[in-house]
């Protein structure tokens, strides 16, 4: 079902250290997971996708990890640097009609 | 090729009043979605459009909304009497076919309704 509105739960780093953020997905029939960056007073940008048949996918500086028993997600940052400071969400995509549901969110912070 | 543009970028409306948002989806997508984000929440889903066809309304308020993606020109929402609990940040995404593992959607910057 829909996540209920919550405050975004916060994460800081310190610059140059590797970040991990997680996300609980409500769906075991979602086939297809997305992370997206959000900066301040902007649109949700696509970071990195993994299917449901994968466990790990990685690209540049960022690595996504599925964990389908627990349904579990998590986006690890390498090497965090201030520009990554944002709201990042996880989502998920049911087969059907591929409507794109959000997870709460997490804010990072990047302290220089 | 210009990304999903939504305008205005800002809309102040007072209660009762009509609120109109507009989304021009990427060149050659053919399918929009519609969100809405209040402060430090998530985005949640509202509306899946076609051209001229409502795909997945399933997250629309029963009244007062509605939208449309006409043949030619921008979808539309529409917020008829707006109340101060529709002030957020709407968003809307576009892409080629639906979402899928080989077809991302792109979002624009958003349309931020102030109602006072």
């Known amino acids: 079902g829909e996540s209920v509105g919550l405050h975004l739960p916060t994460l800081s780093v310190q610059e140059g250290d590797n970040s991990i953020i997680n996300c609980a997905y409500s769906?075991?029939?979602?086939?297809?997971f997305i992370w997206y960056k959000q900066e301040s007073g902007k649109g949700p940008q696509f970071i990195i996708d993994i299917r449901s048949n994968m466990d790990k996918r990685q690209g540049q500086r960022v690595t996504v990890l599925l964990n389908k028993t627990v349904k579990h997600l998590s986006l690890q940052i390498a090497a965090t640097q201030p520009g990554d400071s944002a709201v990042y969400f996880c989502a998920e995509i049911a087969g059907g009609y591929q409507k794109v549901t959000f997870g709460t969110g997490t804010k990072l912070q990047v302290i220089p | 090729n210009a990304g999903v543009m939504q305008n205005p970028r800002h809309l102040v409306r007072r209660r009762g009043q009509e609120a109109r948002l507009r989304c021009s989806p990427m060149k050659g997508h053919s399918h929009v979605y519609w969100y809405r984000q209040l402060p430090e929440e998530g985005l949640k889903f509202m509306v899946y459009l076609q051209k001229e066809n409502i795909i997945d309304e399933s997250g629309m308020p029963k009244e007062r909304f509605s939208a449309e993606f006409p043949k030619e020109g921008p979808s539309i929402l529409r917020i008829q009497q707006v109340v101060r609990g529709d002030s957020a940040a709407y968003f809307c995404?576009?892409?080629?076919?639906?979402?899928?593992?080989?077809?991302?959607?792109?979002f624009g910057q958003g349309t931020r309704l102030t109602v006072v």
């Open positions: 769906n075991s029939a979602s086939d297809y």
């Open positions: 995404a576009s892409s080629p076919t639906g979402v899928s593992v080989n077809t991302e959607a792109f």
